[in-house]
């Protein structure tokens, strides 16, 4: 359990790792909720913003960040395996910009 997040942690390979499961549990602590109603908020939260973004909208937190979708022109590429040279298709991609409260709390 990290000291100031409150969040449990696993390491994989020398990196901090943060699941849904940690999420859910440190909401639950947080907002005294039993970790169910926790995780429907949690889930509740995320398919709020995956349904926004599926209809391009914005969605802004204010001083956590911004997720957008944007898209992805095509272009070409190489395969790493072999060399050989591919197209790839154009897609849409979301894109997160942190907002200045989250940057100053990591640093």
């Given at each position: 359990m990290t000291a100031r997040s409150?969040?449990?942690t696993h390491v994989r390979r020398g990196i901090a790792l943060v699941n849904k499961n940690?999420?859910?549990?440190?909401v639950a602590g947080s907002a005294d909720l039993t970790r169910a109603k926790a995780g429907d908020a949690v889930e509740a939260?995320?398919?709020?913003?995956?349904d926004a973004l599926k209809?391009?909208?914005?969605?802004?937190?204010?001083?956590?960040g911004t997720f957008v979708a944007a898209e992805r022109k095509a272009?070409?590429?190489?395969n790493p395996r072999t060399g050989e040279e591919m197209?790839?298709?154009a897609s849409t991609?979301?894109?997160f910009k942190a907002?200045?409260?989250?940057?100053d709390s990591v640093n």
């Open positions: 409150g969040l449990n940690d999420l859910i549990a440190a939260v995320l398919t709020a913003i995956g209809r391009r909208d914005e969605v802004r937190l204010a001083g956590f272009g070409t590429g190489r197209q790839i298709p991609t979301v894109r907002g200045k409260g989250l940057k």
